[in-house]
């Protein structure tokens, strides 16, 4: 079945400068010049290979457009707005980690990302298309209230749902991140609101290395409704496809809302660079399939996914496009060519030991109300 899918990319995205770190370690010294793991390469490589694949001509282009400074404050302090607005207007700075650079256009770039998510699922509320793929730089599901954090800027899908609330066109919301990284930012902005149930599936103690246990629940009117599945490193395919089916699934089916973001970090790909997870481009092939089905049932189909991590260049694209086909219906004739050196890989199998931290996820959810059945 064929599906109207909006799709968001804009050039400046690629131009978002994070300087010439050797990884994440600034250059000088014995650290010669190379580039940010957060660079363009992973993102204009997957926009690239959704023009050249044909598969472009065939989704909603749906224009990119800045978010507001009334936006970013409607989740962001106004302190951490005007840091990076005149860090930007100096010619570049940090987002407040110290490991995350931007240069002179990082607040221009930060809000056209938060108001590219913002966009593609205004698209999606109005009926314009069936489901959204925003393909955003820089990130944001590590942005904090008062600051960025993980090369994120801003905290684009958070920013998308406080608009969309304060129009009147959202009540409740589900957040699934299934970027590599814990999902800190959407966890710690809602944090006792009943209203956004948030869920991370994440590679366990990766970054923040100190968040996103299962004992971390929300609190207040929001006890319940955050979720993390931190799997142990070296999960792959079957894992992230159970934690979808036995957590995301009955809590989202259970939340029952208005419309479901997906947090969508191609970095448990076992070619990331940040990243110990052994996720194939089948692998979030199958991601999608499910989370389309959750939402077939629990919100009438509406889901927008907001491009988050993914640091293969080589890799990215064709996990990218993956997705793009479920999301559409439409299968192009790409084929991954790394999967001769991981389709068959045991790691892609589910163990007794992911299991283990799947069981103990789901048995919270339970027991906090938040899946009723499975």
Not at 200 to 219: C, I, K, M, N, R
Not at 316 to 330: M, Q, Y
């Amino acid at each position: 079945m064929t599906r109207k899918t909006g799709y968001v990319w804009h050039e400046k995205y690629a131009w978002h400068d994070t300087g010439t770190h050797a990884g994440l370690v600034p250059s000088g010294g014995y650290v010669q010049p190379y580039r940010n793991f957060e660079s363009p390469d992973s993102k204009a490589r997957l926009a690239g290979l959704v023009e050249v694949s044909g598969l472009l001509e065939q989704l909603v282009r749906i224009p990119a457009v800045e978010a507001s400074d009334a936006d970013l404050l409607r989740v962001h302090t106004s302190g951490h707005v005007e840091r990076i607005r005149s860090q930007s207007l100096a010619g570049g700075g940090d987002a407040g980690d110290g490991f995350s650079p931007f240069g002179a256009s990082g607040f221009e770039v930060g809000k056209l990302a938060a108001g590219g998510t913002l966009a593609a699922a205004r698209a999606v509320l109005d009926g314009t298309v069936d489901n959204a793929y925003a393909l955003v730089r820089p990130p944001g599901h590590h942005a904090e209230p008062d600051q960025g954090r993980g090369y994120c800027l801003f905290a684009n899908v958070p920013v998308a749902i406080e608009a969309l609330r304060a129009e009147g066109r959202l009540s409740r919301v589900a957040i699934f991140d299934y970027d590599v990284h814990h999902g800190n930012g959407a966890q710690k902005i809602y944090w006792d609101d009943p209203d956004v149930l948030t869920i991370s599936v994440h590679q366990d103690g990766l970054f923040p290395v100190d968040t996103g246990q299962v004992s971390e629940q929300g609190a207040g009117a929001g006890a319940g409704t955050n979720i993390n599945v931190p799997l142990p490193a070296g999960s792959g395919d079957g894992a992230y496809w159970s934690a979808v089916e036995r957590v995301a699934g009955p809590a989202i089916r259970a939340f029952a809302p208005d419309l479901i973001i997906v947090s969508s970090g191609f970095d448990p790909s076992a070619f990331d660079p940040l990243g110990r997870m052994s996720v194939t481009s089948n692998g979030f092939r199958g991601i999608a399939e499910r989370l389309l089905d959750i939402a077939d049932d629990a919100c009438d189909g509406r889901i927008v996914f907001s491009h988050e991590g993914g640091y293969s260049a080589v890799h990215v694209p064709f996990c990218g496009v993956a997705v793009l086909e479920v999301l559409s219906g439409i299968t192009t004739d790409v084929e991954d060519p790394f999967q001769i050196s991981i389709g068959a890989s045991p790691t892609r199998t589910l163990t007794a030991w992911q299991t283990d931290v799947i069981d103990r996820s789901a048995a919270l959810a339970r027991a906090l109300g938040m899946i009723v059945t499975e």
